[in-house]
């Protein structure tokens, strides 16, 4: 089978764009997935119109984190894991191993969102749906031209999910006036620092900060002529993050203003539900779905991608690690299942691992044995350390709030 994630000529000519924009739905439609809209509709129900502080707060977090990774990533021309062993040999296989967990546990997760979704849909189990769903994942890298169907499929499945989430949006009303004077003056600041690493855990934590910038790696966008590229791709990921993040925030924040309740067994579906109808609840499915599907599809290609250096094996048979990655996944969620609070868990665990990966990487922009004669902005590297501390401060106090979930 052809290697389906190395495409040079795909940055070249009128596709270049097409790779950047891309490159940034993969990042964050692997971010937006069943544990995102979970944790959205969890946190506002519990946090209200303060929650919107705990969105701004880690999409400002967000941004100092993956510009540093993709340009650290982009100007050596190397894996994460591979500069990681760069600043201190060894380190890229611990964080590998780290990533892959973390990423493995995600796709679990992923895979029951969409067997929950197709459930709803047409109403079949959900593991049966688990299952289709894997298989159709599968199915993408199968594909001679994978890197560019797994850019496609994440492009239009991501616009799809904005587009129905922002109809439930206007149907819920939500009080927006008072949740953009919360974003700036919540009641209780350090009440939303677990909701805040959690965000950004489960935004740019574990293996998502690395997904665009591999695949950039693999479509051959790297070196200084591709810098505002790079720059571009970075924060358009992002701000699609949040985009749908605001968009799921707003609709759930119209459903509880209005006092109702969300059902503990699965909150996005009764945010969609109480603010939209039966509509609005088959709505639920195909964002679930789409937010599934291409997170199955990211989580993998990234999470694998950690491995290529580690081992030839992988390295040569990459596409194959990739399908078997998501068929492991597949079988442990039809076997064992998953709760939603181990999603929400996740997205904190994921939040602990971006001071490591983020500091390794602001260490490797100013070594010249790592990124050349690319001399790294002092603004981005001042901007990174500030995300890193304040994701290694939210994280330590989040660990004493972590045990809360399971009360």
Avoid: C
């Avoid at 973390?102 to 895979?111: S, T």
């Amino acid at each position: 089978m052809a290697e389906p994630v190395i495409h040079k000529a795909e940055t070249q000519g009128k596709t270049n764009w097409s790779v950047l924009l891309g490159a940034a739905f993969i990042m964050a439609t692997s971010a937006v997935g069943p544990g995102f809209l979970t944790q959205t509709a969890v946190f506002t129900e519990k946090f209200a119109a303060n929650f919107a502080f705990a969105i701004l707060a880690s999409i400002v977090i967000d941004i100092g984190a993956q510009m540093n990774v993709w340009r650290v990533i982009t100007m050596s021309r190397m894996r994460g894991q591979d500069i990681a062993n760069k600043v201190l040999p060894g380190l890229g296989h611990l964080i590998a191993l780290l990533i892959v967990a973390g990423g493995l546990a995600f796709n679990i997760g992923n895979v029951g969102g969409a067997g929950m979704a197709v459930n709803v849909l047409f109403g079949i189990s959900v593991e049966t749906g688990a299952i289709i769903s894997g298989v159709i994942a599968i199915g993408i890298f199968a594909s001679k031209e994978a890197g560019l169907a797994m850019d496609r499929v994440a492009k239009i499945l991501g616009g799809l999910m904005i587009l129905l989430a922002t109809y439930v949006m206007f149907s819920s009303n939500p009080p927006v006036g008072e949740a953009i004077v919360k974003s700036i003056f919540p009641n209780d600041y350090a009440a939303l620092m677990l909701p805040t690493i959690t965000l950004v855990g489960g935004t740019v934590g574990g293996y998502i900060t690395f997904a665009g910038g591999h695949r950039l790696l693999d479509a051959g966008v790297t070196g200084h002529e591709n810098l505002p590229r790079v720059n571009r791709a970075a924060v358009t990921g992002i701000l699609i993050t949040g985009v749908m993040r605001v968009v799921i925030f707003l609709a759930a924040l119209g459903v509880v203003a209005a006092g109702l309740k969300l059902d503990q067994t699965n909150p996005p579906a009764s945010v969609f539900r109480h603010a939209a109808g039966n509509l609005g609840y088959k709505f639920f499915g195909l964002v679930l779905w789409a937010a599934a599907i291409t997170s199955i599809v990211g989580a993998a290609y990234t999470s694998v991608s950690f491995l290529r250096s580690m081992s030839a094996a992988v390295e040569r048979y990459n596409t194959y690690v990739i399908m078997l990655f998501i068929a492991f996944s597949t079988i442990v969620f039809v076997v064992f299942g998953r709760p939603v609070q181990t999603l929400v868990l996740v997205g904190a665990l994921n939040g602990l691992i971006l001071p490591l990966t983020l500091g390794v990487m602001l260490v490797a922009a100013k070594s010249k044995k790592i990124v050349g004669d690319y001399a790294h902005p002092m603004w981005l590297q001042i901007f990174g350390i500030l995300a890193a501390a304040t994701a290694a401060w939210a994280g330590w106090i989040s660990l004493q709030g972590i045990a809360n979930l399971w009360k």
